[in-house]
């Protein structure tokens, strides 16, 4: 079971960490409605987190409104 981040915008894999780690790292700092949105769990176990990269990161900055258009494949 590990937790494995996706870029919201373009689906890219961000990477992938033990699960254990997100609740230490991540989700102490999550409202419950940001978790509801971003984590996504299957069948075994696995948490998909919708995330950004950092070429997205970067879009962002240049385009502050690029995130008005959002989509992510899962
Ligand atoms: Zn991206």
């Known amino acids: 079971m590990n937790t494995h981040y996706y870029c919201r915008h373009c689906g890219?894999?961000?990477?992938?960490?033990?699960?254990?780690?997100i609740y230490n790292v991540v989700l102490g700092h999550l409202t419950e409605q940001e978790k509801q949105d971003m984590l996504h769990y299957d069948e075994n176990g696995n948490i998909y987190v919708k995330a950004i990269c950092e070429d997205c990161q970067h879009t962002l900055e240049n385009h502050p409104h690029y995130h008005e258009y959002e989509s992510f494949i899962q």
């Open 12 to 21: 890219n894999h961000i990477g992938s960490i033990e699960r254990e780690e």
